[in-house]
């Protein structure tokens, strides 16, 4: 079973800088053949896919955080983080990282497993 375990939320004001991590235990294969995420869930809306990483470090990042956002990982210590530069009051949520698995259209889905996530304020 996949265990996360998210760290780095706090209260930033806008034009800040933090870094998330997490640690990604249990996962299928090995965790440097998982393709991993981070997400931003806000209240009333569902969880958006903000930044993903294969096992090759090839990234992609939503429209929203693109040249803000940086999604790296580190195998050996399992571990994937995200550095959010540039931050705005719309960056606030609560990070959640989780493992990709990519369907056949292309598209990546989580697994059923989430942390606890973290919370990130952005005040104006």
């Known amino acids: 079973q996949v265990q996360l375990a998210e760290s780095g939320g706090g209260l930033v004001q806008a034009g800040g800088s933090l870094t998330l991590s997490c640690v990604a235990s249990?996962?299928?294969?090995?965790?440097?053949?998982?393709?991993m995420g981070w997400y931003r869930q806000v209240p009333g809306k569902q969880r958006e896919l903000v930044a993903r990483i294969s096992s090759d470090e090839q990234t992609n990042y939503a429209d929203s955080v693109k040249g803000r956002f940086a999604i790296s990982r580190d195998n050996a210590k399992i571990t994937v983080y995200l550095q959010m530069n540039r931050l705005k009051p719309e960056d606030t949520g609560v990070y959640y990282c989780?493992?990709?698995?990519?369907?056949?259209?292309?598209?990546?889905?989580?697994?059923?497993?989430w942390g606890q996530g973290t919370q990130v304020t952005v005040s104006s």
């Open positions: 249990g996962t299928t294969g090995g965790f440097n053949v998982n393709a």
């Open positions: 989780n493992v990709l698995s990519r369907r056949y259209s292309g598209t990546y889905s989580p697994s059923p497993y």
